[in-house]
């Protein structure tokens, strides 16, 4: 017999002794089981899915990160379709199951097809709540559930600028985060008088209130919404105090329903879900739920974690047959973190105070940080952390395990509380503990992958064990046990530049040097990238470094840049631009103010700002404006949104302060004229101070001068924002000649060392203030080569607006596109 012959014979064998399996719902829980029988006994059945979206099986959490720019609908793919065919499982997408005959044991899908089961599996998830509004059916009214909803928000903002988001909880927040990255103003409308109230007492919810307002959503907490407004389109919204709201979306992320009217017409029992016992087996024989459509001991679960864990159950029972298992599924403890960054919150369990209850609370206004660990018989029954998460790992544990706490005193409770360098939550967890609770991967399991497959990055631990697959909030502590587990700091480890490539940050830019290459695509293709668009990691990446290696050959591609630094302008939430003139060394006059004030007038610019940059900022210019604003104003672009020299922040010094010896505005002046429009990894912000009080801050920018006996202090990797550090004291010089070839050597150093997006606080603390005295200070022929390459670089710096200004063709990008009016 001949090898296809065989392999005919093999196939034949297996679709006909095996049992048929069939799946309803592509989605996450129903495809974990699949994985989970797979692992246990990969031929034991012949297995079909349908799936009602037209998607391979993808991570419905990372939708929030799609819609806030950070990853595209390729990038959450969990299984794509050569995973079915490699698995030999049946894919039938965009083709839901209409009925099943639970007698005959069959299925029938919409696109009049057939399967016939030995055991079936319900997956068919939630939907979203629709809020039975009049209105609730016109065009612009949807919910956040599935790649659909996200697409349609994303076009939407193409065209519109308003959105309503109704639902303060988790999803509506991510929602409204998502609408504020694609420039909309959001409005967000909840019932209650506090945020997440489900998963937040009234102090956490109110800071993350605070939070949110300060990233533009607006809030209209204990609001009703009677109805929606509009003719076909959504117009607007209208409350039950009369009140009523602009808008042009609504998006409903009020909760969820369990998708079970098949299951109900199938003779399946149904409560709130479909009711199965701890085995995930229904009332009817041969028949399964699991995931948000399954209702276990009175729960149905809404976060994956759970899910997964009924998976495991469903696969070990079904693949197991006759063996009898001890333990089926016992119910999950289940926590909250919520996705938008910059804001750190964590929830779990029983958190508001009750009469059995006593709490620990910890509330540090002037950090932002909130923790309140809830205490009943000698027992952490609940917890609530905003602005400060790294107890979490600790507290969850202690909750599970049922630690007994009597004798544990509050900074055991609350180690970060102790000020002092943590130890790592990993280090006191048990091997069974799970790291990723999403996958449910633990900790014994990943330290056995990185020692047996010689693991070196958090990447390549997702890879192996899918551990940070999902939600990612467990990837701080798989780098944590990769440092345990290696003994390697994980921060040095090389990590690839996204998820398009293997290839890191530094190798990225030896291939270009190496290979001579001068575009992102040709960076792209010639790299293997995984997608030829490349993602928005990679393709600033790999603008600027192209720039960097080679800033004369290799000319800049607009279209790998953001919308800031397309624009030149910094783009405000309401779509509209702010425009940042440049004021060396925060200097001005009377000529420039007039011209300002002129400006502002003829373009109705609504708000005018001092900066703590010492410039005067023009908010709520139109985009079309913009070319006719920099004419009219005949300034140099400030470079307000670039990652490139910010600004030099002056004291008055010698010139007129008593206590000035030295000209800190002159030195200020010729720093930014020299630096201007240099290309950086990430913004550069600078500061020239005439004497150790200070009053510039020259602390606390990438690169500070302060004025001392004798000479000048000079002071690196400062940073004055999220991340607050003091700059370290680089070295002590006496000439301004001095001054400027350090700042020289030390900023092509960084431009040529730093990876894209990494400040020089960070970047000082990666590489280490002693290896860059090395080649900055002692090397002499090294520092010389380091100046000549800045001076390269610095010869192609120009102005954008003037280079705008004087062109037509550029211009035409910013002329207003014509909006079809949809009625
Ligand atoms: C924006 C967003 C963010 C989230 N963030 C988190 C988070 O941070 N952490 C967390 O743990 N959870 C999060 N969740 C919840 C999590 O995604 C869900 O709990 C999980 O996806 C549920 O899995 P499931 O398989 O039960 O349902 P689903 O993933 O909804 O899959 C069910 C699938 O079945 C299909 N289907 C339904 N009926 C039929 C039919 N008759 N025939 C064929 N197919 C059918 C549906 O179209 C769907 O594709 C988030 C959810 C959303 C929407
Ligand atoms: S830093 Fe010193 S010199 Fe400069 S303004 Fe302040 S006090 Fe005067």
Same mark, same amino acid.
């Given at each position: 017999?001949?090898?296809?012959?065989?392999?005919?014979?093999?196939?034949?064998?297996?679709?006909?002794?095996?049992?048929?399996?069939?799946?309803?719902?592509?989605?996450?829980?129903?495809?974990?089981?699949?994985?989970?029988?797979?692992?246990?006994?990969?031929?034991?059945?012949?297995?079909?899915?349908?799936?009602?979206?037209?998607?391979?099986?993808?991570?419905?959490?990372?939708?929030?990160?799609?819609?806030?720019?950070?990853?595209?609908?390729?990038?959450?793919?969990?299984?794509?379709?050569?995973?079915?065919?490699?698995?030999?499982?049946?894919?039938?997408?965009?083709?839901?199951?209409?009925?099943?005959?639970?007698?005959?044991?069959?299925?029938?899908?919409?696109?009049?097809?057939?399967?016939?089961?030995?055991?079936?599996?319900?997956?068919?998830?939630?939907?979203?709540?629709?809020?039975?509004?009049?209105?609730?059916?016109?065009?612009?009214?949807?919910?956040?559930?599935?790649?659909?909803?996200?697409?349609?928000?994303?076009?939407?903002?193409?065209?519109?600028?308003?959105?309503?988001?109704?639902?303060?909880?988790?999803?509506?927040?991510?929602?409204?985060?998502?609408?504020?990255?694609?420039?909309?103003?959001?409005?967000?409308?909840?019932?209650?008088?506090?945020?997440?109230?489900?998963?937040?007492?009234?102090?956490?919810?109110?800071?993350?209130?605070?939070?949110?307002?300060?990233?533009?959503?607006?809030?209209?907490?204990?609001?009703?919404?009677?109805?929606?407004?509009?003719?076909?389109?959504?117009?607007?919204?209208?409350?039950?105090?009369?009140?009523?709201?602009?808008?042009?979306?609504?998006?409903?992320?009020?909760?969820?329903?369990?998708?079970?009217?098949?299951?109900?017409?199938?003779?399946?029992?149904?409560?709130?879900?479909?009711?199965?016992?701890?085995?995930?087996?229904?009332?009817?024989?041969?028949?399964?739920?699991?995931?948000?459509?399954?209702?276990?001991?009175?729960?149905?679960?809404?976060?994956?974690?759970?899910?997964?864990?009924?998976?495991?159950?469903?696969?070990?029972?079904?693949?197991?047959?006759?063996?009898?298992?001890?333990?089926?599924?016992?119910?999950?403890?289940?926590?909250?973190?919520?996705?938008?960054?910059?804001?750190?919150?964590?929830?779990?369990?029983?958190?508001?105070?009750?009469?059995?209850?006593?709490?620990?609370?910890?509330?540090?206004?002037?950090?932002?940080?909130?923790?309140?660990?809830?205490?009943?018989?000698?027992?952490?029954?609940?917890?609530?952390?905003?602005?400060?998460?790294?107890?979490?790992?600790?507290?969850?544990?202690?909750?599970?395990?049922?630690?007994?706490?009597?004798?544990?005193?509050?900074?055991?409770?609350?180690?970060?509380?102790?000020?002092?360098?943590?130890?790592?939550?990993?280090?006191?967890?048990?091997?069974?503990?799970?790291?990723?609770?999403?996958?449910?991967?633990?900790?014994?399991?990943?330290?056995?992958?990185?020692?047996?497959?010689?693991?070196?990055?958090?990447?390549?631990?997702?890879?192996?064990?899918?551990?940070?697959?999902?939600?990612?909030?467990?990837?701080?502590?798989?780098?944590?046990?990769?440092?345990?587990?290696?003994?390697?700091?994980?921060?040095?480890?090389?990590?690839?530049?996204?998820?398009?490539?293997?290839?890191?940050?530094?190798?990225?830019?030896?291939?270009?040097?190496?290979?001579?290459?001068?575009?992102?695509?040709?960076?792209?293709?010639?790299?293997?990238?995984?997608?030829?668009?490349?993602?928005?990691?990679?393709?600033?990446?790999?603008?600027?470094?192209?720039?960097?290696?080679?800033?004369?050959?290799?000319?800049?591609?607009?279209?790998?840049?953001?919308?800031?630094?397309?624009?030149?302008?910094?783009?405000?939430?309401?779509?509209?631009?702010?425009?940042?003139?440049?004021?060396?060394?925060?200097?001005?006059?009377?000529?420039?103010?007039?011209?300002?004030?002129?400006?502002?007038?003829?373009?109705?610019?609504?708000?005018?700002?001092?900066?703590?940059?010492?410039?005067?900022?023009?908010?709520?210019?139109?985009?079309?404006?913009?070319?006719?604003?920099?004419?009219?104003?005949?300034?140099?672009?400030?470079?307000?949104?670039?990652?490139?020299?910010?600004?030099?922040?002056?004291?008055?010094?010698?010139?007129?302060?008593?206590?000035?010896?030295?000209?800190?505005?002159?030195?200020?002046?010729?720093?930014?004229?020299?630096?201007?429009?240099?290309?950086?990894?990430?913004?550069?912000?600078?500061?020239?101070?005439?004497?150790?009080?200070?009053?510039?801050?020259?602390?606390?920018?990438?690169?500070?001068?302060?004025?001392?006996?004798?000479?000048?202090?000079?002071?690196?990797?400062?940073?004055?924002?999220?991340?607050?550090?003091?700059?370290?004291?680089?070295?002590?010089?006496?000439?301004?000649?001095?001054?400027?070839?350090?700042?020289?050597?030390?900023?092509?150093?960084?431009?040529?060392?730093?990876?894209?997006?990494?400040?020089?606080?960070?970047?000082?603390?990666?590489?280490?203030?002693?290896?860059?005295?090395?080649? +900055?200070? %002692?090397? /002499? $022929?090294?520092? =010389?080569?380091?100046?000549?390459?800045?001076?390269?670089? *610095? #010869?192609?710096?120009?102005?954008?607006?003037?280079? +705008?200004? %004087?062109? /037509? $063709?550029?211009? =035409?990008?910013?002329?207003?596109?014509?909006?079809?009016? *949809? #009625?």
């Amino acid at each position: 017999m001949g090898y296809l012959q065989k392999k005919v014979k093999e196939i034949k064998e297996r679709w006909t002794v095996t049992e048929k399996l069939v799946l309803i719902g592509n989605g996450m829980a129903g495809i974990r089981t699949v994985e989970e029988i797979l692992k246990k006994d990969a031929s034991r059945f012949q297995i079909t899915v349908f799936g009602e979206e037209p998607h391979p099986n993808y991570n419905r959490i990372m939708l929030s990160s799609v819609l806030q720019g950070d990853s595209t609908v390729d990038d959450i793919v969990l299984n794509d379709y050569n995973w079915y065919e490699e698995n030999h499982i049946e894919l039938l997408t965009g083709d839901p199951i209409v009925k099943v005959d639970a007698e005959k044991q069959v299925v029938y899908s919409q696109n009049g097809l057939e399967r016939s089961y030995d055991k079936l599996i319900f997956a068919t998830g939630s939907n979203a709540f629709m809020l039975p509004l009049p209105g609730a059916d016109k065009e612009g009214v949807i919910a956040f559930r599935n790649i659909k909803d996200c697409e349609t928000m994303i076009e939407t903002s193409k065209k519109h600028k308003k959105a309503v988001v109704i639902g303060g909880g988790l999803l509506g927040l991510e929602a409204a985060r998502g609408l504020l990255n694609l420039n909309m103003e959001v409005d967000v409308i909840h019932i209650a008088d506090f945020l997440m109230e489900r998963q937040l007492d009234e102090q956490a919810g109110k800071m993350l209130k605070t939070e949110l307002e300060a990233q533009g959503m607006r809030f209209h907490l204990k609001k009703n919404t009677k109805q929606i407004l509009g003719k076909d389109r959504v117009q607007g919204i209208e409350f039950t105090d009369g009140t009523s709201l602009e808008t042009d979306l609504v998006v409903m992320a009020v909760g969820i329903k369990p998708n079970i009217a098949l299951a109900q017409e199938a003779g399946l029992t149904t409560e709130r879900a479909i009711v199965v016992d701890d085995f995930m087996q229904t009332n009817v024989n041969q028949i399964y739920a699991v995931g948000e459509c399954a209702q276990h001991r009175g729960i149905a679960y809404g976060l994956v974690a759970p899910l997964y864990e009924q998976g495991k159950v469903l696969a070990a029972h079904i693949c197991s047959e006759n063996e009898s298992l001890e333990h089926g599924y016992q119910g999950s403890l289940v926590y909250t973190q919520l996705k938008v960054s910059g804001v750190n919150v964590f929830s779990a369990g029983h958190f508001q105070d009750s009469k059995e209850t006593k709490a620990i609370r910890v509330h540090d206004e002037f950090e932002g940080i909130y923790k309140k660990v809830v205490v009943q018989d000698n027992k952490v029954v609940g917890a609530v952390l905003f602005g400060d998460t790294s107890d979490s790992t600790r507290l969850l544990s202690m909750m599970r395990n049922g630690d007994d706490i009597s004798a544990m005193s509050k900074v055991a409770l609350l180690p970060s509380e102790s000020g002092e360098a943590q130890v790592s939550p990993v280090v006191a967890m048990a091997d069974g503990d799970n790291v990723c609770d999403c996958n449910g991967i633990s900790k014994g399991a990943i330290c056995s992958a990185i020692t047996e497959n010689g693991l070196t990055t958090v990447e390549e631990v997702k890879q192996c064990t899918t551990a940070g697959r999902s939600c990612g909030g467990c990837k701080p502590l798989i780098a944590d046990l990769l440092t345990l587990t290696t003994g390697e700091e994980v921060g040095n480890m090389p990590e690839p530049l996204c998820g398009c490539t293997e290839y890191t940050h530094e190798e990225v830019v030896a291939e270009i040097r190496e290979l001579g290459l001068s575009h992102p695509r040709e960076v792209m293709n010639v790299l293997g990238w995984e997608s030829d668009e490349g993602c928005s990691k990679c393709r600033p990446a790999i603008n600027y470094y192209l720039k960097m290696v080679d800033p004369i050959k290799n000319a800049d591609d607009p279209t790998s840049r953001f919308i800031n630094e397309r624009a030149h302008a910094n783009i405000n939430h309401n779509g509209t631009f702010t425009v940042v003139p440049r004021m060396y060394g925060g200097v001005t006059d009377s000529g420039q103010l007039r011209k300002i004030a002129d400006v502002a007038d003829k373009y109705n610019v609504p708000l005018l700002k001092i900066t703590g940059g010492q410039r005067i900022d023009l908010f709520g210019v139109e985009k079309e404006d913009l070319p006719n604003v920099w004419s009219d104003l005949g300034m140099r672009s400030g470079s307000a949104y670039a990652k490139a020299l910010r600004t030099v922040k002056t004291c008055v010094g010698e010139q007129f302060c008593r206590f000035g010896t030295q000209d800190s505005i002159g030195l200020g002046v010729e720093l930014e004229k020299k630096f201007e429009y240099i290309n950086t990894p990430h913004k550069v912000k600078m500061a020239v101070s005439a004497c150790p009080r200070n009053c510039a801050e020259s602390g606390i920018k990438d690169f500070g001068v302060v004025g001392v006996d004798g000479g000048w202090e000079l002071y690196v990797g400062g940073n004055g924002g999220v991340d607050l550090r003091g700059g370290d004291l680089f070295c002590k010089v006496k000439t301004k000649e001095e001054i400027i070839d350090t700042i020289s050597a030390f900023m092509q150093y960084y431009r040529e060392n730093a990876r894209y997006l990494e400040r020089t606080s960070h970047f000082v603390e990666r590489v280490g203030l002693d290896q860059m005295k090395q080649v +900055i200070l %002692e090397d /002499e $022929e090294g520092r =010389k080569s380091l100046i000549n390459r800045m001076e390269i670089a *610095l #010869s192609t710096g120009k102005d954008p607006w003037k280079e +705008i200004v %004087e062109n /037509e $063709e550029l211009q =035409k990008e910013f002329k207003k596109k014509q909006v079809e009016v *949809l #009625s």
